[in-house]
């Protein structure tokens, strides 16, 4: 069972689109003023021959993109530097780990041949996935052998170096690539022998596209989140809440609107700024943790890209929800309820089209009920003879939405959403909690 929830909201600063380091500072500003405690970057070691940020050549070498050559500094006083700066906004900093792979030219492959995988002579494996029936290989990238006993012992190493750079670094937290793609019994190790000279460093588990049970199986690894699939619900289908229900006693998750691998939200809606507002509600108040990418809070259309991205991508769109997420996020920060994966249900009502869900807190006596239109064109209505049937506790229902709030909660309740509106109420129950 996870334990006390932590706040949890999470800022993606995208390396190459926010550009060197030194000009990574107003970034993390503004997300700090937007309520966001933890920032996320993707990773900053040096690449191989295609340039990806996954696709990485040195693991002990900074990225020159993301370095300022003439300030004088080495690489490391310049991350740290970062790292700080972060830490005086109030936020700690977590990146990518990936050990799954690296680079097809990194030099890996000439010192230990014996950790890769071969297809032949001279030739290893690449990864790939299955695109619509069509597979993707990626040749710029070469596999660890996870699964050879002479290799074991010498990737251990090699990794728990990588850690211990990082750490060294200032990052307190690793997001981990692909993690159901190793075995669960290296996670196991890596977690527990990091942990015991650094307990309060965190792991998420990168289990996007695999099924529930695999998620489980690598949560059980002794991850501290894993990541959820809220961003693709379509508010009717059943998956969602079956998957949630599968993995939240034993690992929480963070939901997200949209990510550095999908495409921008603000692009597939059009512009729509109610379905953006919309999208990144529910992934706050389903998740126990929330992440969201550098732009999002601009409605970005342009998708970011591992290789080509760079700052002179950034948009002038005319939008700003920064008001909005941080309103969203206060209510997230406040109430215990929205930190943890809670006991959640979908509530049956007379409007289709407006979903009512339940959550109670499982740490303390919070209930909360979220009343969410999931028209973003049209306005719908909400009708309840009685809101407390729908709840345990019988103090007052109090709305604690993001915009706009109502003072009192009648009886009957009736109410006309606005498209994409979100409600969001918070009760107490007895218990003996507090």
């Not at 990146?95 to 041949?113: F, T």
């Not at 022998?193 to 990168?206: Q, S, V």
């Not at 215990?336 to 007379?350: N, S, W, Y």
């Not at 973003?376 to 229902?397: C, T």
Request: proline share 6%; glycine share 8%.
């Amino acid at each position: 069972m996870p334990g006390k929830p932590k706040k949890m909201i999470i800022y993606n600063l995208f390396p190459p689109l926010a550009g060197k380091m030194g000009l990574w500072e107003k970034h993390m500003a503004r997300a700090a003023g937007m309520g966001f405690n933890w920032v996320f970057v993707n990773p900053i070691q040096y690449p191989g021959f295609s340039g990806s940020l996954y696709s990485i050549k040195d693991y002990f070498t900074i990225n020159p993109l993301f370095l300022d050559k003439d300030s004088g500094k080495t690489q490391e006083e310049q991350v740290r530097e970062v790292a700080g700066q972060a830490e005086k906004l109030g936020m700690k900093m977590m990146i990518d780990l990936v050990i799954n792979h690296c680079a097809v030219d990194s030099d890996l492959l000439k010192k230990n041949p014996e950790w890769f995988l071969w297809e032949g002579p001279g030739k290893p494996a690449h990864p790939f996935c299955d695109e619509n029936g069509k597979k993707v290989v990626w040749g710029d990238l070469a596999k660890f052998d996870h699964k050879s006993a002479k290799a074991k012992e010498g990737l251990f190493n090699l990794f728990m170096k990588i850690l211990k750079f990082l750490i060294g670094l200032g990052f307190k937290g690793f997001r981990c690539d692909a993690a159901y793609q190793l075995p669960g019994s290296l996670w196991e190790r890596l977690i527990r022998e990091t942990k015991a000279g650094n307990p309060d460093i965190l792991f998420f588990a990168e289990t996007l596209g695999c099924s529930a049970d695999q998620t489980r199986k690598t949560a059980k690894a002794g991850f501290d989140y894993i990541f959820n699939s809220c961003k693709w619900w379509d508010f009717h289908s059943p998956w969602l809440m079956e998957n949630y229900n599968l993995t939240r006693e034993i690992a929480p998750s963070v939901g997200f609107p949209e990510s550095h691998d999908t495409q921008r939200l603000g692009e597939e809606l059009n512009g729509n700024i109610n379905g953006l507002k919309q999208r990144y509600l529910f992934s706050a108040m389903f998740s126990a943790g929330v992440m969201m990418p550098l732009g999002f809070e601009f409605g970005f259309r342009k998708r970011t890209h591992v290789v080509k991205s760079r700052p002179e991508d950034w948009e002038e769109t005319g939008l700003d929800l920064t008001t909005f997420i941080r309103s969203a996020n206060r209510v997230k920060e406040e109430h215990p309820v929205f930190q943890e994966d809670a006991p959640t249900q979908v509530l049956h009502h007379g409007n289709p089209n407006v979903l009512l869900l339940w959550k109670a807190s499982v740490h303390t006596t919070e209930e909360a009920l979220v009343i969410l239109n999931k028209d973003i064109h049209n306005k719908q209505g909400f009708y309840a003879g009685n809101l407390y049937d729908f709840v345990q506790g019988r103090e007052p229902l109090v709305d604690v939405s993001p915009e706009p709030t109502l003072d009192y909660i009648p009886t009957p309740f009736s109410y006309e959403l606005q498209p994409g509106q979100g409600i969001v109420l918070v009760t107490r129950r007895k218990g003996i909690f507090e």
